[in-house]
């Protein structure tokens, strides 16, 4: 089995967007939560192999390990959904600092043609961040994709930083269907040494839990 990241789907500028990829590597693991964790930068433009190791798979880039998905429980509890209308005003406290690198990404960059996800500080119940988003394509991988970044903002002392998405523990419970109005959230979990950890989700208008994860960041060295 092969799969290829386009181009548009990129984080960074020259891979995909982490949580992306992800997502569509999750879909092939017979399980309602998944752990999918980052080896390599996943290349774009160019088939990838998915190898079966029992429960799990692996995707290889040739012979180089680009990432490893497994069956896992998810052991994250997502606070009180945010209203669309607080969701609307956390977005205005958006910080935007950080390289090039992530200008154009997928989920958080500046492009009309992505998900343009701005997650700012929610007023009274810091240090939770929340944005309101429509998603343009109702498949688990794009849920998948818009709660990855949020979480950099979470584990950020100003905007995104430099951190780059090492794991992520989901469930998509379901998926919304094209335009339907969301807010996604998300919040710190700790940190150990460069591993930086993030929880996020997605709420329906009226609160439902759509989806959750639980991610690990790694810093850049000092």
């Not at 990129?10 to 693991?29: D, F, K, W």
């Not at 429960?55 to 390990?65: F, G, H, I, P, Q």
């Not at 309101?132 to 995104?160: F, K, M, N, S, T």
Request: net charge negative; glycine share 10%.
């Amino acid at each position: 089995m092969e799969i290829t990241f386009e181009r548009h789907f990129r984080g960074p500028l020259t891979s995909a967007n982490g949580g992306y990829a992800c997502g569509r590597l999750a879909e092939y693991v017979a399980a309602d939560e998944v752990e999918v964790t980052l080896r390599l930068p996943p290349p774009l433009d160019r088939p990838l192999t998915i190898e079966r190791d029992g429960d799990a798979v692996r995707l290889l880039d040739d012979l180089a390990l680009v990432a490893e998905a497994r069956p896992a429980l998810l052991a994250v509890h997502a606070p009180p959904p945010v209203s669309v209308e607080a969701a609307e005003a956390s977005r205005e406290r958006h910080i935007r600092e950080w390289s090039t690198e992530f200008g154009e990404c997928f989920v958080c960059g500046v492009r009309e043609d992505g998900l343009e996800i701005r997650v700012g500080l929610v007023a009274g119940r810091e240090p939770l961040h929340a944005a309101p988003v429509a998603l343009p394509e109702a498949i688990p991988e794009i849920v998948w994709a818009a709660i990855d970044c949020p979480g950099a903002y979470a584990v950020g002392a100003e905007g995104r930083g430099e951190v780059v998405l090492g794991r992520m523990t989901a469930r998509v419970s379901r998926v919304p269907g094209v335009g339907e109005q969301c807010v996604v959230t998300a919040w710190p979990l700790g940190e150990d040494g460069r591993k930086l950890f993030a929880g996020t989700a997605l709420f329906a208008e009226d609160g439902e839990l759509l989806a959750a994860a639980k991610q690990t960041w790694i810093a850049p060295r000092a």
